[in-house]
Each structure stands twice: as structure tokens, then as C-alpha cells.
């Protein structure tokens, strides 16, 4: 009984350890419920909820593809490249969300991903 307890207490510390806690979009907005994109670092992508930072990627996607004049949408290579800026963004919390952006996309460039 005493082993199995210790078992259960370890496996309980080694699972609480690697939970975070998830920060809502909200808690960067201001007082009209508006988010400043250009100033949210890597860190709040990588630390809210998966459905926020979808949704915060997905925004930036048609952002930067507005300002590029392009009205074209491929669901997978979106999925994909938001994915990478996720991961990239949980590598390096310090920075701006569009400089890990710029990054992925000068990255993407030159390895001929985008034409």
C-alpha cells in the first residue's frame, strides 16, 4: 500500500510539473476589449489557450496576406505555418509575435516555401 502511494504521489508531482497555467487573450486587451498585436510577445502566444492562439494566428495570417494583397487561402499550409510560429514563439518568449513571424516567413523564403 505505502509503494503504491509513493508511486501515485510521484506520478501526481511529475504531471503537476509540467502543467502551466493558460492566460487568457483578454488579460492583454484594454479597457475597450482591444489587443495591441504589434507589441504581444512570443510569450502570451505560447502561454494562452491552443484556441486563442489559433485564433491570434489566424489573425496575423490575414494581416500580413492583406498586406500583402493576397486574397488566397490554403487551410493546410496556414495550420502549418501557425504551428511553426507556436513553436518557434514557446523557443523564444522574449520576442514580438510579428518578429517570430518575420523570421518563419524570411526562413520559409529561403527555402523556397513561398513563391
Known amino acids: 500500500m505505502r509503494k ?3 508511486i501515485v504521489t510521484t506520478m501526481l508531482l511529475a504531471a503537476s510539473s509540467n502543467a ?8 492583454y ?3 475597450n476589449g482591444y ?13 494562452t489557450w491552443q484556441g486563442d492562439a489559433d ?12 498586406l500583402a494583397k493576397k486574397h488566397y487561402f490554403n487551410i493546410a499550409r496556414s495550420k ?3 504551428h ?3 513553436v518557434y514563439c514557446k ?22 516555401g513561398f513563391k
Open 29 to 31: 486587451a484594454d479597457q
Open 80 to 82: 502549418e505555418f501557425e
Open 20 to 27: 502551466q497555467a493558460q492566460t487568457d487573450l483578454t488579460a
Open 91 to 112: 523557443a523564444n518568449p522574449q520576442i514580438r509575435i510579428i518578429e517570430a513571424i518575420d523570421v518563419m516567413l524570411k526562413q520559409e523564403r529561403l527555402s523556397a
Open 55 to 66: 485564433r491570434l494566428t489566424t489573425w496575423y495570417s490575414g494581416w500580413y496576406n492583406g
Open 35 to 47: 489587443i495591441d498585436v504589434q507589441t504581444l510577445t512570443c510569450a502570451a502566444l505560447a502561454g
Open 84 to 86: 511553426e510560429v507556436i
Open 4 to 6: 503504491m502511494l509513493l
